[in-house]
């Protein structure tokens, strides 16, 4: 029987016992919540590839995790407890760090944080970096090509990858970790197991970028009165700082109010409440003279130019902190205040406004009252934009209309030509939403390559497409 094959391969952990799997049966928003027969722990590839080979055998669904911090339930099994919940914590080895080549190579259960720092032993920046990045493994981020708040410098993990090990659904080993910027030898199989959420195979290890690591790293708050402002401090900032300009975050007057009064620690750094702010880091290759001098000019430009109406700029590594801090508590601010109804989108960053001001105003005509939690990466042209129950309306009535806003706003997504999902994926959350916005072209071309690589559709089934 499966299981009794499964405890026979190598040091691989089973566990069965209910404590046991519980905390990887739940996703972290504990919105979905699975059954599994097993939970299996390999430490090695070569555990993973039999692991995945007994699967097959016995038609058994394999479900990949990482941290299992995903937001869209691509890592939570199914009802139906058929499925063996494959965690690749234990694969966690830093395999290389070659500082000349730029390149560190990982295992995928390697956690992010754990990387990030690994690259700054050898003095690397592994500039991949987002909230959950104390827990999410490599795995899960290439998995869902992870986005976070460097990819208007770096890109987003899928650029950040050279090369991949992948275990096949068939049990088979693809050896593809090269550490080569060139390489154009056929179809780039790589970027095919990037952003499939476990779908397609396990990923097991990786070779990834290291850049050169910053002198100096400086960041200011801007107050804005509007949106469309952010639009030309983002064209100015990107003019005047050029490469060294690392993030671009905004958030609505909203998202501020919920963070100071959900953490009574927190304050807003200005003497009155604007209607938008954008936080912006430079990483700068000189020092730190250099960074202060382009982040004071900047300020003044945008002053003069009236892109802003106030500006802040930490003179310190613990101010610049306190400023990251309000942006990074904006998702947990939003949980406390209660449930609302999220969207990950993207649109052209030339639209953004646009997309904000009229999404907004559809909103609160079909629904008087809503309150719209609005944040994100602008630099990269996505936004968490997320809708709140108004204050008189119990939030289970008001989720009740959960598919008309989903409706309202991923068609207005469609008509600026933007994504429904920018950085979560798709996982089960949004399968049959992706399904309603892709083309049948392209529909069926993701399934002929699903059918194609995993024709027993074992991995992940039920996600993605
Ligand atoms: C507070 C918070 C903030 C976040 N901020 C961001 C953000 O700024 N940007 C962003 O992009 N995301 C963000 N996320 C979402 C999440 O952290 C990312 O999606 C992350 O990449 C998931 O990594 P993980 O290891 O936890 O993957 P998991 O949640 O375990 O898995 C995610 C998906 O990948 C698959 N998978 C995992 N490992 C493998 C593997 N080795 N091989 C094949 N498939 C695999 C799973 O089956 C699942 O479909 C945030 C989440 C939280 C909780």
Not at 77 to 102: F, H, M, T, W, Y
Not at 124 to 147: D, H, K, M, Q, V
Not at 241 to 268: I, K, M, N, Y
Request: hydrophobic share 45%; glycine share 8%; proline share 4%.
């Amino acid at each position: 029987m499966l299981l009794q094959r499964l405890r026979n391969i190598g040091a691989s952990q089973v566990l069965t016992a209910p404590a046991d799997t519980a905390p990887y049966l739940t996703d972290w928003r504990g919105r979905f919540t699975g059954r599994a027969q097993a939970v299996v722990l390999p430490a090695t590839t070569g555990e993973v590839a039999a692991i995945v080979s007994a699967c097959a055998e016995h038609r058994a669904p394999i479900v990949p995790q990482g941290g299992n911090t995903g937001l869209v339930g691509g890592a939570t099994p199914d009802a139906s407890g058929d499925a063996i919940v494959l965690s690749l914590k234990r694969l966690n080895r830093v395999r290389e760090v070659d500082a000349i080549n730029g390149t560190i190579t990982v295992e995928a259960g390697c956690v992010l944080y754990d990387v990030q720092q690994a690259a700054h032993g050898a003095g690397r920046l592994f500039p991949l970096s987002l909230a959950a990045e104390g827990s999410a493994t490599i795995g899960g981020n290439l998995s869902t090509n992870a986005g976070g708040t460097q990819v208007l410098r770096y890109g987003n993990a899928r650029e950040l990858a050279l090369g991949l090990e992948v275990v096949l659904p068939s049990g088979e080993i693809w050896c593809g970790l090269r550490g080569l910027r060139k390489d154009n030898t056929g179809y780039d199989l790589r970027d095919l197991f990037i952003g499939a959420e476990g779908t397609l195979g396990v990923i097991t290890a990786a070779c990834l970028k290291t850049f050169p690591l910053p002198r100096a790293q400086v960041t200011a708050l801007f107050a804005l009165d509007a949106v469309a402002p952010a639009l030309g401090l983002l064209a100015l900032a990107q003019s005047a700082a050029g490469p060294t300009l690392t993030a671009f975050e905004f958030f609505s007057a909203t998202c501020l109010q919920l963070v100071t009064r959900h953490f009574l620690d927190q304050r807003s750094p200005f003497e009155r409440a604007h209607a938008q702010y954008v936080l912006l880091q430079l990483s700068d290759h000189e020092d730190e003279q250099h960074a202060a001098g382009l982040l004071q000019a900047l300020a003044e430009q945008a002053l003069d130019k009236r892109l802003i109406a106030d500006a802040v700029i930490a003179q310190s590594a613990a101010q610049s902190h306190a400023l990251w801090k309000l942006r990074e508590l904006i998702s947990e601010a939003q949980s406390r205040e209660g449930k609302n109804i999220k969207h990950d989108i993207s649109v052209p960053i030339s639209s953004i406004a646009r997309f904000i001001d009229e999404t907004d105003a559809l909103l609160s005509q079909l629904f008087p009252g809503v309150r719209m939690v609005t944040f994100g990466h602008l630099g990269d042209g996505n936004l968490h934009y997320n809708v709140s129950a108004p204050l008189d309306v119990a939030e289970e009535r008001f989720f009740a209309h959960q598919p008309a806003i989903y409706e309202c706003v991923h068609d207005q997504v469609t008509r600026f030509s933007g994504s429904i999902s920018a950085e979560h994926g798709i996982g089960q959350l949004k399968r049959d939403e992706n399904a309603r916005y892709k083309s049948v072209v392209e529909m069926n071309l993701m399934r002929a390559i699903k059918r194609t690589l995993d024709p027993l559709n074992i991995m992940n089934p039920g996600k993605v497409v």
